[in-house]
């Protein structure tokens, strides 16, 4: 049998289809749970989250990042079907980095220049980069375990895609904690260490995804 014709035939069994939504769900949900109860149990909210979401900046950063934890979701959803168009979920992951891109922009517009690196680096950038992985690991495993149970034809892109989920998973929980709320910080760090993820869900996936 050829590859195509095997293909075709496992996006029309049914049964794999409805196990692998079912997997999906059931992984994000456990892995939001996970990562949200380490979060409180570990470093905890901050401490001033009831007053905080008087501020545009901070109001930002959770909606972008739960808007990229979205949009990879929904494409890690999609990779793990073969034959689903991917052109679509790739192409709206652009609108949350097109919006942090605008909201850094204006940043820097009303920042004098003297208070750019502070207000980049921050008092929590090592931090974030260590702790949004540590929270990425329970979404991570929970999506491969659910893209094992479909068919993704590339294993690669399929990790990377879970990768991607998980790291923005981890960051929009993250985003709870953090203090530090600039557009410049959520530009470097939240980039750097969701892209760690990233990188290595692909590394992951092109050895753990094939089938």
């Known amino acids: ?44 909210l901050r401490h001033n989250i009831t007053s905080v979401f008087e501020t545009a900046r901070v109001l930002f ?50 920042l004098p220049q003297a208070a750019w690196k502070a207000n980049m680096v921050g008092g929590n950038a090592l931090f974030c980069l260590f702790f949004i992985p ?6 991570l495993a929970g999506l491969f375990w659910a893209l094992k149970q479909g068919a993704p034809e590339n294993p690669t892109a399929a990790g990377a895609s879970a990768g991607l989920a998980a790291g923005a ?11 530090d709320d600039s557009p410049l910080f959520l530009a470097a760090w939240y980039t750097i260490a969701i892209a760690i993820v990233t990188g290595a869900g692909a590394l992951l996936g092109r050895r753990w995804l094939r089938w």
């Open 134 to 139: 540590v929270l990425s690991l329970a979404p």
């Open 169 to 179: 998973i981890a960051a929009a929980i993250y985003a709870w904690h953090c203090p």
């Open 61 to 110: 950063k959770i909606i972008v990042t739960i808007a990229l934890a979205v949009l990879a979701a929904r494409l890690a959803m999609r990779i793990g079907r073969p034959g689903e168009a991917l052109r679509l979920p790739t192409l709206l992951l652009a609108l949350p980095v097109l919006l942090v891109g605008a909201a850094v922009a204006a940043e820097l517009a009303v």
């Open 1 to 44: 049998m050829k590859t195509d014709d095997l293909i075709t035939l496992m996006t029309q069994d049914a049964p794999v289809g409805l196990r692998y939504g079912r997997a999906l769900a059931i992984a994000l949900v456990a892995g939001v749970a996970v990562s949200a109860v380490l979060l409180v149990v570990t470093v905890g």
